[in-house]
């Protein structure tokens, strides 16, 4: 399999952007998080885009980057856990130049991962709401990216399991 892009979905604290920094690094090819680079666009962080415009602005700014990236090969992009579910973004996630990888976490150990939530507005929800977000987007995540186990594993032993699955994309 010789993908020009690796792309990593999954529920916020699944590890995405620790896993893709590493897999990045072992290919030799660019990384880019898509919520730094909305950060560094927007001029301003996450949070602060949510509390001020909304999330429907956050989604708009998501998606132009997404777009952008869209054109670059051999980089690996560790995307916003809400990302995939944008009807607009389908043939980014979708298309053949993308091998999208799902990074599969549990509810509890993505709680344990993202701590008190800082930096996450729709973590600072109530516990109902956050099971909700979480069981409705297992679907398109398993729908669109290959799965991965992340629970109980360091981002290290997960990026080394994708290496072995997707062989040396590189090369
Ligand atoms: C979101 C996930 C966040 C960030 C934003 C919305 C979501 O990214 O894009 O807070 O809708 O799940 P991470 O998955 O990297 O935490």
Redesign the pocket.
């Known amino acids: 399999m010789k993908p020009k892009r690796i792309v990593l979905i999954?529920?916020?604290?699944?590890g995405?952007?620790s896993v893709g920094r590493i897999v990045a690094e072992r290919l030799g090819w660019d990384f880019v998080?898509?919520?730094a680079f909305?950060e560094a666009r927007a001029g301003a962080r996450?949070?602060e885009i949510?509390r001020t415009s909304g999330?429907a602005t956050?989604r708009e700014w998501?998606s132009r980057v997404i777009g952008e990236l869209a054109a670059r090969t051999r980089i690996v992009v560790?995307?916003?856990?809400?990302?995939p579910?944008q009807p607009s973004l389908r043939s980014f996630f979708a298309g053949q130049d993308s091998t999208v990888v799902h990074l599969r976490v549990s509810l509890a150990d993505a709680l344990q991962r993202?701590g008190n939530h800082a930096?996450?507005?729709?973590?600072s929800q109530s516990e109902d709401a956050i099971r909700a977000?979480y069981q409705g987007?297992q679907a398109i995540y398993e729908e669109l990216g290959m799965p991965v186990e992340t629970d109980g594993k360091t981002p290290l032993e997960t990026a080394e399991q994708i290496m072995l699955l997707l062989g040396n994309p590189s090369h």
Do not use: N, Q
């Open positions: 999954g529920f916020m604290g699944s995405k952007s998080d898509t919520d909305v996450i949070a949510f999330e956050f998501e560790a995307t916003g856990g809400g990302a579910t993202t930096g996450r507005p729709l973590l977000l987007r």
